[in-house]
């Protein structure tokens, strides 16, 4: 999930950002609302003859309804089950043909419809996603089919002890909030989804102006952006609803055990941190990669010999972002030396920290 909000962010930024001196050439980079408030920002790149649009919907599992974390997720796979003037089979026979890759994914605010082709068919590619974003079939029948394959996803995820682990962290973390739960869903959430529930969904956030295409590839500008426009130009605009507002209360400390087939034990410590609208985030960012990097204090811990592994992850989403210090040790020993480790090392970054907003 991540790396498509990384692509968005960097092809924003070279879009929106102030220009350096020689790093972009301005003809290579074009960006234009359409009347419709659909937002295009394209950006040409030569290194291979190939083009990928990224369409990203402004809405996620956030917005979905109360009880159904699952409904962004779900509809997201239903994206690929068919629109009016492009059956399922279609699509697929589509991309065959044209040896392109395409996928998507759902995070708690972006969902994100990606398409690489090569570079003659970019106007393929976008004829298939306006079509996707002007009249989704939705029918029970393909849904039905659909759980099935979105129920096993969950199962797979559930099987791991770190998904688990990590589903768990952010549950203490965000209580209250939407960010109580990953964009993932739940079996009970999807056996009670149904097509209308769905297509209320689709109706109310899938509209050209809840979302942002970026066009990146051995294209020309002006004219990637008149396919643009000529492709999704007649899609109507709506209304969009509000995202709904939360405050952050206090973190609750839990301490989580979890068994593993895992042939090492691992102690964590996960806490708060800037998300991505964060006037912070860029510090928090280098905060991650510095703990992180085998050159800090807690990596160390295994050249020492106090830990068989040692890292440092920071994830950051839309408004919230958390981090995790990991540490493994021989199993069947005992943790406590080496999360008093974790815990000292962390207090001392903390301690060395001028201002602190985490």
């Known amino acids: 999930?991540?790396?498509?909000?990384?692509?968005?962010?960097?092809?924003?930024f070279l879009a929106f950002a102030p220009r350096v001196a020689g790093a972009v050439d301005p003809d290579d980079v074009l960006r234009a609302t359409l009347p419709n408030g659909l937002r295009?920002?394209?950006?040409?790149?030569?290194?291979a003859p190939v083009v990928t649009t990224e369409l990203n919907y402004l809405v996620g599992s956030n917005d979905s309804?109360?009880?159904?974390?699952?409904?962004?997720?779900?509809?997201?796979?239903m994206m690929f089950r068919g629109s009016v003037g492009l059956d399922r089979d279609q699509l697929a026979e589509l991309g065959a043909l044209l040896g392109g890759i395409y996928n998507a994914s759902t995070t708690e605010t972006v969902t994100t419809y990606t398409y690489t082709v090569p570079a003659t068919d970019l106007g393929l590619a976008l004829r298939s996603e306006a079509l996707r974003m002007r009249g989704l079939t939705l029918a029970e029948a393909d849904w039905e089919?659909?759980?099935?394959?979105?129920?096993?996803?969950?199962?797979?995820?559930?099987?791991?002890?770190?998904?688990?682990?990590?589903a768990q962290a952010?549950?203490?973390?965000?209580?209250?909030?939407?960010?109580?739960?990953?964009?993932?869903?739940?079996?009970?959430?999807?056996d009670r989804t149904?097509?209308?529930?769905?297509?209320?969904?689709?109706d109310r956030w899938y509209a050209p102006n809840n979302a942002i295409l970026v066009i990146a590839g051995d294209i020309e500008p002006r004219r990637a952006m008149a396919e643009a426009q000529a492709?999704?130009?007649?899609?109507?605009?709506?209304?969009?609803?509000?995202h709904a507002p939360f405050t952050l209360a206090p973190v609750q400390a839990r301490t989580l055990e979890l068994p593993t087939d895992f042939p090492v034990g691992l102690v964590t410590l996960a806490f708060r941190m800037p998300g991505l609208k964060s006037a912070d985030f860029a510090a928090a960012d280098i905060l991650g990669d510095t703990l992180s990097s085998q050159r800090y204090a807690l990596y160390g811990l295994v050249p020492q010999g106090r830990a068989l592994m040692a890292q440092f992850s920071y994830r950051p989403k839309s408004d919230v972002g958390y981090g995790t210090a990991l540490a493994a040790f021989p199993k069947g020993a005992d943790p406590a030396p080496l999360l008093a480790d974790l815990?000292?090392?962390?207090?001392?970054?903390?301690?060395?920290?001028?201002?602190?907003?985490?």
């Open 40 to 47: 295009v920002v394209v950006v040409r790149d030569r290194l």
């Open 170 to 190: 952010q549950a203490a973390l965000f209580a209250g909030t939407p960010y109580e739960h990953d964009a993932l869903g739940t079996r009970p959430s999807f």
């Open 145 to 166: 089919q659909e759980r099935g394959a979105i129920e096993q996803e969950v199962s797979r995820n559930l099987s791991s002890p770190l998904y688990t682990y990590g």
């Open 65 to 77: 309804p109360e009880g159904f974390p699952g409904t962004a997720h779900a509809l997201e796979h």
């Open 1 to 12: 999930m991540r790396r498509n909000l990384i692509a968005l962010a960097f092809a924003l």
């Open 231 to 242: 492709n999704f130009g007649d899609i109507a605009r709506r209304d969009i609803p509000e």
């Open 194 to 202: 149904n097509a209308a529930l769905l297509r209320t969904f689709y």
């Open 343 to 358: 815990r000292r090392m962390l207090k001392s970054w903390r301690g060395r920290t001028t201002t602190s907003r985490l």
